[in-house]
């Protein structure tokens, strides 16, 4: 496993003309040479076995955070390809955040980022649609910008701002035209029009675009409005598809802490990542991911089991039912149940589960005799009941000897999850 914390104190320094000339990145931060602009990144699995490349924008919106900060760094290992990240420059020059990776007036430092962006897709040998940009808030703003400009590629966006005057009061935002040098005479202009919106996207026909919105946050609530009111569209809570390429997902769950953080996690993102884009269900497939956010005490566990989930099953085909407190089932093809249901453990902060596995009759490799030789073997106990047979433990166990109870059912039942 790549020890991200280490990497991230190796520094290097390259050219844009030498990344324009095929020079590759080295693992760790790159700093990037571009005139008088310096740009931050890293790299993390420089060479990677696949042609994918994922690109996470930090969406830093605290001015006295440390320069630069990699926004989830921890995810890399969750995702199948090269991971790119980049820090906002403009937020260490000036005693203010957050800066959209904007520039200021002249200078556009996400036209820049997108130049280094294609000499990457063309040094490592890289598709268009094999490019996914993830970020949330102002970083989202970045991703979707970027997404627009590189036709083809892909983003995942959680409660990203899709208009920039409408995120700021108006004291803010007067300092953010100060440090972006806009003028009053600019900022009605196509141009900057342009800078300051993402509306445009609906036009775009072969980027693909997820955004995720908490319409308790405040500030979410405003940009969702004003995007649909500029659309002359309804919107409704759950998945909203705009287009074959635009698909707004809209929560309301409210925080005492920040509504405005309640978001995707890697596991549920990287599953978006892997299959959103090319499945037909989509509806069925986000839907639950709202149910596993309302149940906040035992939502680390809950997404823990369903990234064991997606770990042994390649299908979407799946949904979640909440039968009663602290007990849901995972649906698979009407095929396969995964039934759990948590018991607190000794500490607090910790949950075992009570697991088990149904496998209706009616499944085509269905196989009673090799099913009982499986739970003899294993220490299984085994309901025969019924149209469907259910595999469970006695005993609670924890996460990870969950996790690993499921692939030995998958591999040594062979079934068609």
């Not at 320094?13 to 324009?20: C, G, N």
């Not at 609906?202 to 997820?210: C, L, M, P, R």
């Not at 639950?288 to 149940?295: G, P, T, V």
């Not at 997404?303 to 979407?316: D, H």
Request: glycine letters at 2%.
């Amino acid at each position: 496993m790549i020890d991200y914390r280490k990497l991230v104190t190796t520094s290097s320094e390259i050219l844009l003309s030498e990344l324009d000339n095929g020079v590759k990145f080295k693992p760790g931060v790159n700093n990037i040479i571009c005139g008088d602009t310096v740009i931050k990144s890293c790299v993390i699995n420089s060479t990677p076995s696949n042609n994918k490349l994922y690109i996470f924008l930090s969406a830093v919106g605290v001015k006295s955070r440390r320069y630069p900060l990699f926004h989830r760094i921890s995810w890399h290992e969750f995702y199948d390809g090269m991971c790119l990240y980049f820090d906002d420059p403009v937020r260490s020059q000036y005693d203010f955040a957050p800066c959209f990776y904007f520039g200021d007036s002249s200078n556009n430092l996400l036209l820049l980022l997108k130049k280094i962006i294609y000499s990457v897709i063309r040094n490592y040998n890289i598709a268009n649609n094999d490019v996914t940009f993830v970020s949330s808030s102002n970083g989202g703003f970045a991703a979707i910008y970027l997404c627009n400009e590189i036709q083809g590629s892909r983003s995942l966006t959680f409660n990203p701002q899709l208009d920039i005057p409408s995120f700021f009061p108006k004291d803010k935002f007067n300092r953010f035209k100060e440090i972006t040098k806009i003028s009053e005479a600019s900022i009605n202009q196509p141009e900057m029009i342009q800078r300051l919106n993402l509306y445009r996207i609906v036009d775009n026909t072969t980027s693909k675009f997820f955004i995720y919105s908490n319409y308790a946050s405040d500030c979410d609530r405003i940009q969702i409005e004003k995007f649909f009111s500029f659309l002359k569209k309804e919107w409704q809570f759950g998945l909203n598809i705009l287009n074959d390429n635009l698909y707004v997902y809209i929560s309301n769950i409210d925080d005492i802490d920040d509504p405005h953080r309640i978001q995707p996690d890697m596991y549920f993102s990287k599953y978006l990542a892997d299959v959103f884009f090319a499945d037909s269900n989509k509806e069925q497939m986000v839907r639950f991911f709202n149910n596993i956010l309302m149940e906040r005490s035992i939502q680390e566990q809950k997404l823990k089991i369903i990234n064991t989930y997606f770990s042994v099953i390649k299908s979407s085909n799946l949904d979640i039912h909440r039968k009663r407190k602290n007990v849901f089932d995972i649906v698979i093809n009407q095929m396969f149940v995964i039934r759990v249901k948590y018991v607190k453990d000794l500490s607090p902060k910790d949950y075992m589960i009570c697991a088990n596995f149904r496998i209706s009759k009616s499944y085509k490799g269905f196989d009673i005799n090799v099913i009982r030789k499986f739970c003899i073997d294993n220490n299984l106990q085994l309901d025969e009941s019924n149209d469907m047979v259910n595999i469970y433990l006695v005993d609670p166990i924890n996460i990870q000897e969950f996790h690993s109870w499921i692939q030995n059912l998958s591999n040594n039942l062979m079934l068609e999850l």
